[in-house]
């Protein structure tokens, strides 16, 4: 078995065409059609099914691709794992994050970390708790920062490396728009606007408000810290955000409020998949991004 052999069958399995494959391989239809063939012989199976123009992978031939996908990314990952050992500085990291961090956090490690080693690139996925887990996981990001730190998982690894604390914000014509300080149950009567399902800042402030003694009326739900603090500041009710999301200043802005009872935080984690050694960028990365917030890092 060889590995173009793999190569051409993956490329068919994926565009179900076989001179549609042979184009973006730039190769012979024939060529594709007998390595194909080959293939076929030499595992004892039928790996296609004609349908009209295209084809269609029959049972073995689904599930072998699977395995083929499986071994041609490893055979990537491998070398570009020789290409960043032999030039990490010419190596790429992949790098998950929440919404949340896009705007003040993540730009700002990586900014440091590039003056340091400017020709390091990087590629960047954004997603919601869960799914930047299932990225680590299914190898999609090296390393992903994700809030809340998950503190039982035995399948990610990773170091907390930052609480900050969440803030009331209100619109500027509120009641409480010029306390100091307010408790979070005195908002107990009010219209929330909170994260849609799924966000982890949805189930803290709910956490929240459930110590406070409440549960929160929900008046409007949204995805981005923009539109939860916009949404705030023209009046259509209230929200708890992190001061990470509050840096930030456009022409309608909410009041800012610190909360006195309870006290509200989030960890933010640095995670990885467990029982694997990083690529040698990423975790020159790492352990960058591990000094960084113990001696450089300050909130603004």
Known sequence: MEFRQLQYFV????????????????????????????????LGAQLFMQKGRNVQLTPVGQLFLRRAESILTDLDRAVTEIHEFLDPE?????????????????PRVVAAFRKLHPNVKFRFRQGMYASLIRDVLDAEV????????????????????????????????????????????????ETFVLFSPGYSLRSLVWDACKEAGFTPQIGFEGEETDTIRGLVAAGMGVSLLPEMALYQTSAMMPAVVKISRPHVTRTIGLIRRGGEKLPTVAQMFHSFLLDYFKNEYTPR
């Open 11 to 42: 490329k068919v399995a994926r565009l179900q065409h076989v001179t549609k494959a042979a184009e973006e391989l730039h190769v012979a239809q024939s060529a594709v059609s007998r390595q194909i063939h080959r293939l076929e012989e030499e």
């Open 142 to 189: 090296d390393l992903a920062f994700i809030s809340p730190h998950p503190e039982r998982n035995d399948q990610v690894t990773g170091e907390v490396v930052l609480t900050e604390e969440l803030f009331a914000i209100l619109p500027e014509n509120h009641p409480l728009a010029l306390e100091v300080s307010l408790d979070l149950a005195q908002l107990k009567n």
């Open 90 to 106: 010419a190596g790429e990291i992949r790098l998950g994050f929440p919404h949340s961090l896009g705007y003040h956090l993540v």
